[in-house]
């Protein structure tokens, strides 16, 4: 029998309130799962139920609420509970009307439901201040197919002056259950997408930035709420969500007194009071919900094949075996030590070559970070034939060509930033903070949105055969302050410098539609759905450790797409951690992604270029089933036993990969067991070990197994020494 989430149990002391006339009910469907709407008395709306669709969700219409026993008043879960009024949590919207009241009464006008294409319905709920020329829409798009809804806000002021707006959530969910436990992502450069799972309490948990740039190095903005029990990956009812914004945001999970979980999601109100004119709205950023009652497995699945379908650029396309220079070159390089690189790359099978950082800077050559940034013209000492003369030569190697950016930060030591000193964000009468010798330019003003548009397109056009961008971003905001903007609106900055960020992004993506774009920011520092729908792929993190990229990596697959995830083999010992690895074990940590490398071939022996010819080739053959097949977490590298094993299946069950670790050392007596998800049943499969040059850490090799044996007896493997690892293909038979 399939699970209910949003029950609206509260606690038994309470005594019932009678729906007196039935009520009308709205569904918002998806093909597995259903939230329900409710009108209610006063021309209110409610959100009745959340969860698996079932028959019979006609009976909520006369659904009773728990009351307070001495005011027989309902707690009723409201649709958009907006503070005025009794108010006993944190309000979606809080808000100054243009005569100085700070209340709101909404009241339900209409509700429209239409079908926007074959897989998407949309519902839009209208409400209006019951006093007030204030109007409020809520867009709920339901997506059939992948199981996710996506909630928007959007506020109109036709009041006769300017609104104030103080707190202005995406949306709003009340959850009821016995128990709850959330995870949520949290790290630090190098550290990103860690995993904390707690217990809620009665009382407020908030996950919040204010970093407005590099928002995700610390927090992520995604959860993942396991209702009744720990969350597992195959079962069990989990809500995810994830907040489509790069700049501030805020998450918030209040326990009621009912017991209740309400939570709230959107842009973070620190700081940000907006202060919106008469006849003009506002449009808050999308939050994207799924649910699953088998675990979080299948809700990450959900999230994948929707952010594939509609929020990745390339979705549908296979990404490209790429070679960057950082870690194999650094700042020290020149034309015939990027052309080597290139000739190695082409000999191995690589296919897109990346410039990295230090292309750059004439006055003040970026021979490293103290100095050049913002100065994007080519170097002529480094590079006497330009880029153009780079790109060309790669493309007559077989390779496509790559070049980095940071078009968004200046050096102090740069003709940019003494040219135009007003374009610098920095709070009057201070000193303006320096991190990494960086300074952020201010793109709440147009005209910096405009140099950033151009720079990056002046970049692109120094060769027609620069097909590829790594945009990156180094530091965050500290002591905001913008010339441009006005006095009284220095709060709006961090809402335009993000929507001024995505105007240039989509500018560019008119421009340019088919160039692959890499979302960076020191690693994962801006890695949401808001940024990554500009995006081919994102960079996960500086840390290419494959020990620490294993969690990482899990981490991030949970809510982000594989096919997006760059992962790239680097040199041991790792250039971050120190620790040492074997070049097997980095190749198939990195092939669960979009595997790059970062190496410097030619510090490799001719073993080694032989493997990693090998594992590339591999790589190309099966990598249609790590972008586009269903994603199984069979084993947590968090679960504490130092194993992971993570597996991949084709949509036609045809095909799958089996990815399994050993963290540190075990026992030689004990043999780990996974147990396979995702099989047909009733298919054969021939297991087939790829990507090695060691004997088989299992004893099926190269045999026939079916996928009801695979799924229940598992494979047992040979995997006990620190850094061993398989990898296995599955083939229908």
């Known amino acids: 029998m399939k699970k209910l989430i949003v029950q609206l149990v509260f606690l038994s002391v309470l005594l019932p309130y009678s729906v007196k006339c039935r009520a009308k009910l709205f569904t918002i469907e998806s093909s597995d799962i259903m939230m329900v709407l409710r009108t209610e008395k006063d021309s209110d709306v409610s959100l009745a139920y959340f969860g698996d669709k079932f028959y019979g969700y006609n009976s909520l219409s006369n659904k009773q609420f728990p009351a307070r026993p001495d005011t027989k008043e309902a707690?009723?879960?409201?649709?958009?509970?907006?503070?005025?009024?009794?108010?006993?949590?944190?309000?979606?919207?809080?808000?100054?009307?243009?005569?100085?009241?700070?209340t709101c009464q909404m009241k339900l006008d209409s509700v429209a439901q239409r079908k926007v294409s074959e897989n998407i319905n949309r519902t839009t709920v209208y409400l209006s201040d019951k006093r007030y020329k204030l109007a409020v829409s809520i867009a709920f798009d339901a997506y059939w197919k992948e199981n996710v809804i996506t909630q928007q806000v959007t506020i109109a002021n036709h009041e006769k002056g300017p609104v104030s707006l103080d707190?202005?959530?995406?949306?709003?969910?009340?959850?009821?259950?016995?128990?709850?436990?959330?995870?949520?992502?949290?790290?630090?450069?190098?550290?990103?997408?860690?995993?904390?799972?707690?217990?809620?309490?009665?009382?407020?948990?908030?996950?919040?930035?204010?970093?407005e740039v590099r928002a995700t190095q610390s927090e992520n903005p995604s959860f993942m709420l396991a209702l009744n029990q720990p969350a597992k990956p195959d079962c069990g009812d989990i809500i995810m969500g994830a907040l489509a914004w790069s700049g501030n945001f805020k998450l918030n999970f209040e326990v009621d007194e009912c017991n209740t979980l309400n939570i709230l999601s959107g842009i973070n109100p620190f700081a940000s009071s907006y202060k919106l004119p008469s006849k003009q709205t506002f449009v808050t950023p999308k939050m994207i919900i799924t649910y699953s009652h088998t675990g979080y497995g299948q809700a990450s699945r959900n999230l994948h094949d929707w952010a594939l379908?509609?929020?990745?650029?390339?979705?549908?396309?296979?990404?490209?075996?790429?070679?960057?220079?950082?870690?194999?070159?650094?700042?020290?390089?020149?034309?015939?030590?990027?052309?080597?690189?290139?000739?190695?790359?082409?000999?191995?099978g690589i296919e897109t070559f990346v410039l990295d950082d230090g292309w750059f800077g004439n006055n003040y050559p970026r021979n490293s970070d103290q100095q050049g940034l913002g100065d994007w013209q080519v170097n002529r000492k480094k590079l006497p034939h330009g880029v153009d003369a780079l790109?060309?030569?790669?493309?007559?190697?077989?390779?496509?060509?790559?070049?980095?950016?940071?078009?968004?930060?200046?050096?102090?030591?740069?003709?940019?930033?003494?040219?135009?000193?007003?374009?610098i964000v920095k709070s009057p009468y201070r000193e303006i903070p320096t991190l990494r010798n960086q300074w952020l330019l201010d793109l709440s003003n147009p005209a910096v949105q405009n140099y950033v548009y151009q720079t990056v397109k002046q970049t692109i056009g120094l060769s027609k055969n620069i097909s590829y961008l790594k945009w990156d971003a180094n530091r965050h905001v500290e002591s905001f302050?913008?010339?441009?903007?006005?006095?009284?609106?220095?709060?709006?900055?961090?809402?335009?410098?993000?929507?001024?960020?995505?105007?240039?992004?989509?500018?560019?993506?008119?421009?340019?539609?088919?160039?692959?774009?890499?979302?960076?920011?020191?690693?994962?520092?801006?890695?949401?759905?808001?940024?990554?729908?500009?995006?081919?792929?994102?960079?996960?993190?500086?840390?290419?450790?494959?020990?620490?990229?294993?969690k990482i990596q899990f981490a991030t697959n949970l809510i982000y797409p594989p096919k997006a995830t760059a992962a790239h083999v680097s040199k041991s010992p790792n250039y971050q951690t120190g620790n040492t690895s074997s070049l097997?074990?980095?190749?198939h940590v990195a092939m669960m992604g979009r595997l790059g490398i970062e190496l410097q071939p030619k510090d490799l022996s001719e073993q080694e270029l032989s493997f990693v010819k090998s594992c590339i080739s591999d790589y190309k053959s099966i990598r249609h089933i790590v972008d586009f097949g269903d994603w199984?977490?069979?084993?947590?590298?968090?679960?504490?036993?130092?194993?992971?094993?993570?597996?991949?299946?084709?949509?036609?069950?045809?095909?799958?990969?089996?990815?399994?670790?050993?963290?540190?050392?075990?026992?030689?007596?004990?043999?780990?067991?996974?147990?396979?998800?995702?099989?047909?049943?009733?298919?054969?499969?021939?297991?087939?070990?790829?990507?090695?040059?060691?004997?088989?850490?299992?004893?099926?090799?190269?045999?026939?197994?079916s996928g009801d044996y695979l799924m229940n007896a598992g494979v047992n493997l040979n995997l006990n020494l620190r850094g061993e690892s398989s990898l296995f293909y599955l083939q229908e038979q």
């Not at 009723?76 to 309000?91: C, D, K, S, V």
């Not at 539609?513 to 520092?525: M, N, T, Y």
């Not at 097997?584 to 190749?587: A, G, Q």
């Not at 540190?664 to 996974?674: A, E, G, K, L, Q």
């Open 75 to 102: 707690f009723t879960p409201m649709l958009y509970p907006a503070y005025g009024g009794r108010m006993t949590i944190e309000p979606i919207l809080k808000l100054t009307h243009f005569d100085g009241n700070e």
């Open 167 to 211: 707190r202005f959530y995406s949306s709003y969910l009340p959850v009821a259950a016995s128990s709850y436990y959330l995870t949520h992502f949290y790290g630090t450069w190098a550290d990103e997408m860690q995993i904390d799972e707690t217990k809620l309490s009665q009382g407020t948990v908030s996950i919040e930035t204010k970093k």
């Open 309 to 348: 379908g509609y929020n990745l650029k390339g979705g549908n396309q296979p990404g490209k075996v790429v070679l960057n220079s950082w870690e194999g070159t650094s700042f020290n390089f020149n034309e015939e030590v990027i052309k080597t690189m290139i000739d190695n790359a082409a000999k191995l």
């Open 391 to 423: 790109a060309n030569y790669a493309v007559s190697k077989g390779l496509k060509f790559g070049i980095w950016i940071e078009p968004e930060m200046v050096n102090p030591q740069s003709d940019l930033a003494k040219a135009k000193p007003s374009w």
């Open 481 to 550: 302050g913008s010339t441009y903007l006005p006095k009284d609106k220095q709060s709006h900055f961090w809402i335009d410098y993000v929507n001024g960020l995505y105007s240039v992004y989509q500018r560019l993506r008119n421009d340019f539609p088919d160039i692959e774009i890499q979302l960076c920011a020191s690693g994962g520092g801006r890695l949401d759905f808001g940024a990554l729908q500009y995006h081919n792929e994102f960079w996960t993190s500086d840390d290419t450790d494959p020990f620490q990229r294993l």
């Open 584 to 587: 097997k074990f980095r190749f």
């Open 632 to 705: 199984y977490p069979l084993h947590s590298p968090y679960s504490g036993d130092n194993y992971a094993a993570t597996q991949f299946v084709t949509k036609d069950k045809k095909e799958a990969l089996l990815f399994a670790f050993s963290m540190d050392f075990h026992p030689r007596t004990y043999m780990p067991v996974f147990k396979l998800a995702g099989l047909d049943s009733h298919k054969m499969y021939k297991v087939m070990e790829i990507c090695t040059s060691e004997r088989s850490s299992f004893w099926g090799n190269n045999m026939s197994f």
